[in-house]
């Protein structure tokens, strides 16, 4: 039986909002109250739906994390579409494994760290917005790469990509802190994708086409884990 646990407090909310989106739900809130006390009904009624939207679309749900040694989970909600072996990831020349997660509009976009350990390197990349399913996004489109180094010394590259609409990528975490696995480490706004690169003899539980949820859908096993 697999084991849980919680990588953060609960939420003391009954329908918890990511943070980056408390001004932009503010705004659209205050737009619809004002139009309604005006009585500008053709208006108020999108900018009501446009509210709701953006409540529903930065929804940051409380998730409970799998424990166990070497475990890799999803950074992202979405649906895996792509898993090779790779030669290199941001941070070096080093055989890896990639796995690839495309978020639509329709996931909760809150990304979440896949593994514990010590952040030991931060790349941010300007780029273009193409479509975040094509396999040149992970090279072209503006993206922000983190290197997490596990107790084990394994590596482990995740990189935010931009997307066709995506046009604001949200990293909180620095070089040098000390993370959980499933801890909330920032989101890239509307339809994007995230890449994994996993240390080379890595055990994947995953396949393209596979439907992951961040923080508690595993991903692989490290090398060296049962």
């Not at 009954?14 to 053709?42: D, H, M, N, Q």
């Not at 409540?55 to 950074?75: E, L, N, T």
Request: with cysteine; aromatic share 8%.
């Amino acid at each position: 039986m697999e084991k849980y646990s919680r990588s953060e407090p609960l939420s003391q909310t009954a329908f918890p909002i990511a943070r980056p989106g408390y001004t932009l739900i503010f705004i659209a809130g205050f737009v619809t109250v004002v139009l309604a006390i005006l009585s500008i009904e053709v208006l108020a009624l999108p900018s009501l739906i446009i509210t709701g939207f953006l409540c529903w679309f930065f929804r940051d749900p409380d998730r409970m994390i799998p424990k166990g040694d070497g475990i890799v989970v999803s950074p992202a909600d979405g649906k895996v579409i792509l898993t090779q072996e790779a030669q290199a990831h941001p941070f070096g020349e080093t055989p890896c494994i990639k796995v690839s997660i495309f978020m639509n509009v329709f996931n909760v976009h809150v990304n979440r760290i896949p593994h514990e350990g010590t952040i030991r390197g931060i790349q941010y990349h300007p780029g273009k917005f193409f479509n975040a399913s094509l396999d040149k996004a992970s090279a072209d489109n503006e993206r922000n790469a983190v290197l997490v180094e596990t107790e084990k010394k394994h590596q482990i590259c995740f990189v935010q990509i931009a997307g066709l609409l995506a046009r604001r990528i949200i990293c909180n975490v620095q070089e040098n802190d000390i993370v959980a696995r499933g801890q909330r480490f920032g989101m890239i706004c509307l339809g994007s994708r995230l890449d994994v690169y996993l240390p080379q003899g890595s055990a994947l539980a995953v396949k393209v086409g596979d439907k992951v949820s961040a923080g508690t859908s595993v991903l692989a096993d490290l090398p060296g884990n049962p």
